[in-house]
């Protein structure tokens, strides 16, 4: 426990702090939650809307100083990264739900030869 007055304004503001950068980060995982759930909905109009906000937050709160500025850019780029494979895969989806074809083998021995 702290005694000197000092100390017990710097837990004080310890305490505060801690609580600001833990609501920081909430808001950002509750966008990126957001981010996700357009992306699984193949909704690209919104997938991009959510992540010019997710880019936004990451941007204050590494300016605030609660994510380091790499950290935000590196979030930030794989969330990019993330939208971008998304769209290319659905692109190249085969029309009619037809399952693309698979190669291996048939049952237990197929690439086997007895002799």
Known sequence: MAHSLSAKKRVRQA???RAQNR?????IKDQV?????AI???DW???E????KVTKRLDSVSTK???HKNTAARKRSRLAKRLNAARVASANK???GEKPARGGRKGKGAATTSA
């Open 94 to 96: 085969p029309a009619g």
């Open 15 to 17: 305490a505060k702090r």
């Open 40 to 42: 699984t909905a193949a």
């Open 23 to 27: 609501y920081r980060k909430e808001l």
């Open 65 to 67: 100083g609660t994510l």
């Open 33 to 37: 939650k957001a981010f996700s759930s």
């Open 49 to 52: 809307e959510e992540l010019r």
């Open 45 to 47: 109009t919104k997938a």
